[in-house]
């Protein structure tokens, strides 16, 4: 008995020796693959588009501040009459006349420059006038000199400081061509008939080209601020601005950026030409957290503006309470987005912006190529931003509608959302730990309860078709979500579906985590580096087609394994068995069909869902196939089965309520079980087929018997 199992442990010894000869590199490839994706999930970069110092949220006690239509306190012309008179000579007379008289009391107590007329101001609630014409600010130009030159601050990661409130008062044109600095109720309007008959222009040497910091009730009309290495109009800490009909462009970030602000308005501007987007109201005062839909106001509001020609017409990290209504969002890479994924800013993970009846169409703009040639290398000034180039900033997908990366409570309806190559609703998790919150119970903190109803998708306003790629590209995780059918598809194929009240969902999930794949895509496209010129191999964002793409890559890696180990295990074990062959069969279309259906840019879902069920029934039919003899092998590779059909019908058919990880989370655990086992069984000897006992014994005599 004892020599026997020895033997048997022996033999088994001998097994697994054989196994780890005959296929090295199966373990080895599972786990490289394993420790690959937990290294993308630990080196993730954290996005830094925006740093600023510590700032607290305004207290909410301020209002949006009223337009007055008095008389200037403080005016601001060039001294060049003949050219001023020039550029109004084609105003309407009473516009013209109009400045005309400001001119003559601009030339006897008026200012040459912006920041001249700002410093006079001596109490809240004046007004400064600015005449046609182009101010560079000159005496704020020049690269800051003695103690302003050598302050010591932290340094972003784009290089410049991050400076203290006081650092700014006591240096203001270190970073900003006009600084307003505790200024209240300060109004700064234009008298041109157009807001680029005054032109604010930064020249590409200055950080901001007007910036507004801790000025309650600032208000903004009827000029073009212009040409910085981050923003033209920068807005923070501000307990109540508007922003009227200005515009912005030509900047490495933004074109708008407020920050920290409560009781903003934007009306009637523009932006384009911007690194990052036109339009940014990030870390807006968070009076909404813990509400559900309803709530008592917004804490800045956006309406008719239009934001084109940049990397996102709109963006806001922690844009939080942020009503964004009949505005349009074109030719950018994307038209809007909003997201928890940067560090340093108040009020994540983002909640509660609500866009509604906005013109939200053809996104498709692809920048990443002028980082690709070194043009983004260049010196801001000669990369040719008023050529139409754009240096994107962070990590996006070109083609898309409306993205929401990590945000909860955002409602978006009635809308016009369409001619986007990828996607018209872009929707995908942000852990906690990207902007750099460790806790456990926050690392599902996104994305919840976004409402997606009532918009028109893939038809533009006089009912005429223009497709998205999809209308739907979400991770998967997250509760509450939902959508109203669209004409374009979705991927997933099903999607939880809006009641007709808020807060009414059918078929609704609550995953704690998104699909395995669409994960790794999502980590593997967010490392980009504009500094560094580095663009992410394996994303489609990128360019990457066919075999590139890292789905495409998974999908072949996956495919060599189970073809490898699967095939073998046909061959010793179960070639002589039909079912065993038909299976196997099944199995080899299905993996085919998965590699082809990987390498479409949207993945429909009709091919991964074929491709999972011919694998299910590959796995299913195996396991029918080993029983005899075989019971718990076969009882895995049922399971396995089961889980891959299981798969398929949650990818195409329904999501699978009350689950807290998709199937295909569990199906890969177990196929990483059955690929060890299958490439063990088949590595083992064939069992030798059972011959008559060679020892004499009893029986018929035959003719070679010698008889007695």
């Not at 704020?140 to 302050?151: I, K, R």
């Not at 005054?198 to 009827?222: C, E, H, P, Q, T």
């Amino acid at each position: 008995m004892r020599e026997g199992i020895r033997k048997d442990e022996h033999c088994s010894t001998l097994s697994r020796m054989s196994w780890t000869r005959r296929f090295p590199a199966v373990p080895a490839a599972l786990l490289a693959a394993l420790l690959a994706l937990l290294s993308l999930l630990a080196a993730a970069p954290p996005a830094g588009a925006h740093e600023e110092r510590p700032v607290a949220l305004p207290d909410g006690t301020g209002s949006v501040p009223a337009y007055r239509a008095t008389e200037p306190d403080l005016i601001v012309c060039k001294t060049d009459r003949p050219a001023f008179e020039r550029r109004i000579a084609g105003f309407p007379d009473a516009l013209r006349r109009r400045n005309l008289d400001l001119y003559e009391r601009c030339e006897k107590s008026g200012y040459r420059h912006l920041q001249a007329a700002v410093d006079a101001v001596d109490r809240p609630g004046m007004n400064i006038a600015v005449l046609p014409g182009l101010y560079e600010e000159e005496p704020s130009l020049p690269a800051p000199t003695g103690g302003c030159a050598a302050l010591k601050a932290p340094d972003s990661a784009l290089g410049y400081q991050i400076l203290s409130y006081a650092q700014q008062t006591a240096c203001p044109h270190n970073q900003n061509l006009v600084a307003i600095l505790g200024k209240k109720d300060l109004q700064i309007e234009g008298t041109g008939a157009a807001r680029t008959d005054v032109v604010i222009d930064a020249k590409y040497r200055k950080l901001n080209a007007i910036r507004a910091d801790g000025s309650d009730g600032v208000y903004f009309r009827n000029f073009t601020a212009q040409r910085t290495t981050f923003n033209s109009l920068y807005v923070l800490a501000a307990d109540g601005f508007v922003i009227d009909d200005v515009l912005t462009r030509w900047n490495d970030e933004y074109g708008f950026l407020t920050f920290a602000s409560d009781h903003g308005l934007y009306r009637n501007c523009e932006s384009y030409g911007n690194g990052d987007s036109g339009i940014y109201p990030g870390s807006a005062s968070d009076i909404n957290d813990g509400r559900g839909y309803d709530v008592p106001r917004y804490a800045i509001e956006i309406t008719g503006c239009r934001s084109h020609h940049n990397m996102v017409g709109y963006s806001g990290t922690a844009g939080d309470s942020v009503w964004v209504h009949d505005n349009e969002f074109d030719r950018n890479m994307g038209g809007a987005s909003m997201d928890s994924a940067f560090p340093g800013h108040p009020g994540l993970p983002q909640n509660h912006a609500r866009f509604e009846r906005n013109l939200i169409h053809d996104n498709n703009a692809d920048y990443y190529p002028y980082v690709a040639d070194g043009t983004c290398a260049k010196p801001p000034a000669e990369r040719g931003y008023e050529q139409g180039v754009v240096c994107p900033q962070i990590s996006m997908p070109p083609g898309t509608g409306i993205i929401t990366a990590g945000g909860n409570w955002n409602l978006y309806e009635n809308n016009w959302v369409y001619g986007h190559r990828r996607a018209g609703f872009f929707l995908s998790a942000v852990p906690a730990f990207i902007r750099g919150e460790g806790t456990w119970s926050k690392q599902t903190d996104t994305s919840h309860h976004n409402r997606y109803a009532g918009n028109i998708l893939g038809k533009d306003r006089s009912g005429a078709s223009r497709p998205n790629g999809t209308d739907v590209w979400w991770d998967g995780q997250g509760r509450g979500n939902c959508w109203q059918d669209g004409p374009d598809g979705s991927t997933p194929g099903t999607l939880p579906r809006c009641g007709k009240e808020r807060g009414e969902v059918s078929g609704a999930s609550a995953r704690l985590v998104g699909e395995p794949v669409k994960l790794t895509q999502l980590l593997v496209c967010a490392d980009y580096n504009v500094q560094a010129r580095r663009l992410p191999a394996g994303c489609d964002w990128y360019g990457a087609r066919g075999p590139e793409r890292v789905e495409t890559q998974i999908a072949l890696a996956v495919a060599a394994v189970l073809l490898l180990v699967g095939g073998v295990l046909w061959w010793r074990r179960l070639r002589r068995s039909r079912l065993g062959t038909a299976a196997a069969l099944l199995g080899a279309a299905g993996l085919a069909l998965d590699v082809a259906g990987s390498t479409t840019p949207l993945q429909d879902t009709a091919v991964p869902a074929l491709a999972l069920l011919l694998l299910g029934l590959w796995w299913t039919g195996t396991g029918l196939a080993l029983r005899p003899g075989r019971p718990w092998p076969a009882r895995l590779t049922l399971l396995l089965g089961a889980l891959t059909l299981l798969d398929a019908f949650d990818k195409a058919v329904l999501m699978i309520p009350w689950t807290p990880v998709s199937p295909a989370w569990i199906r890969a655990l177990v196929a990483l079980v059955w690929v060890l086992w299958a490439a063990a069984a088949a590595s083992r000897p064939t069992p030798p087929t059972p011959s008559p006992d060679p020892r004499p014994g009893p029986g018929p005599l035959t003719r070679s018997d010698p008889g007695p």
